[in-house]
């Protein structure tokens, strides 16, 4: 389903800026965040996955000599970026964020369809979904393919599957999560070591030459973005785009009824683990890829909460 290219309405009204006041008083987010990560661990653990065993044998390797090997040291954080996400305090700069984001995104992706599949497929069908529009608005098969905010390698690894011939570059600003992409690679992507390639960077300077890609995706980043940062990236991935290549971003649909609907309580939970989620919501999306340089994007619908919205390089 394409949804309008129009000037976003965001769906969160009256209740979201009521859940802002409630985040306001320190105890009352604490007590969310916390609830929030909770709740993600039983739903894990509802499906069989056992979320924190798998982060304690993770946190067991030798994840510090994996992270000398992608880490850049001179890298400048964007303010931004150092605020707590998720409900780490770290925010996504740790081992603990870095060795549970997998079973999250099982978990967090579990209830997407509300049908008779089973909840852990929730994850690969959201992925499918995304390379299902792709495939129908995005003509050519690129070959130098950018996977931004590619945390631990989950979207990269999937865009490889969708792409096998291309070579894929993973960039990300956490070192810790690029160093358990760069595990991953060597112990379950080995054939692969010659084809992705991991790079310490923020999206909005990447370092990375003009016109050196054919196509840039942005799975489930732009929700963690200020608007500032958000407009900053698009210019950066316009530049190191080639004319006729192609800009995705698949997240959350801020058109979708879900988000107008949810339950105070959800959306509480949902708010303090995300602190840009108001700003991306009010994004004009289309409005911006024009002004950095795209054709007006197409917006579809990949899931009853996601969008997959695409734009060529002009
Ligand atoms: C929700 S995760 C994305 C997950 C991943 N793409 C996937 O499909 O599983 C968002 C990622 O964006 C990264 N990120 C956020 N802001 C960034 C920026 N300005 N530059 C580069 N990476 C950024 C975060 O570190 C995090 O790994």
Not at 73 to 81: A, S, V
């Amino acid at each position: 389903m394409t949804v309008s290219n129009s000037a976003p309405s965001s769906k969160m009204g009256l209740v979201s800026r009521l859940v802002n006041g409630i985040l306001a008083i320190a105890p009352l987010f604490n007590i969310a965040k916390k609830r929030a990560r909770n709740m993600m661990i039983e739903r894990a653990a509802s499906m069989g996955v056992d979320w924190l065993k798998i982060s304690a044998d993770l946190q067991k390797q030798d994840l510090d000599s994996e992270l000398a090997q992608v880490q850049n040291p001179d890298l400048n954080y964007p303010e931004y970026y150092l605020k707590p996400f998720h409900a780490y305090e770290e925010g996504n700069l740790g081992w603990l964020p870095a060795t549970e984001v997998e079973v999250a995104a099982y978990a967090v992706h579990s209830r997407i369809w509300k049908d008779e599949a089973p909840p852990i497929e929730g994850d690969s069908r959201l992925r499918q979904s995304y390379f299902e529009v792709l495939k129908e608005k995005m003509p050519t098969q690129p070959q130098d393919i950018l996977d931004i905010g590619c945390s631990v390698g989950m979207s990269t690894f999937s865009l490889h599957s969708a792409y096998p011939s291309a070579k894929i570059t993973g960039l990300d600003l956490s070192p810790h999560f690029l160093a358990i992409a760069n595990y991953n690679t060597r112990t379950k992507h080995p054939e692969l070591l010659d084809q992705v390639q991991w790079i310490h960077a923020a999206a909005e300077n990447t370092g990375l030459p003009d016109n050196s890609f054919d196509f840039v995706s942005c799975f489930l980043i732009f929700h963690e973005l200020p608007q500032d940062a958000a407009r900053q990236i698009l210019r950066e991935m316009r530049r190191i785009l080639r004319p006729n290549g192609y800009f995705a971003l698949m997240d959350m649909n801020p058109q979708s009824d879900i988000y107008a609907k949810m339950p105070p309580y959800i959306l509480t939970l949902l708010k303090s683990t995300e602190p840009y989620l108001d700003q991306y919501f009010s994004l004009d999306i289309s409005a911006e890829l024009v002004t950095a340089g795209f054709e007006a994007p197409s917006i579809t619908a990949n899931t009853p909460r996601h969008r997959t919205v695409v734009a060529r390089a002009i």
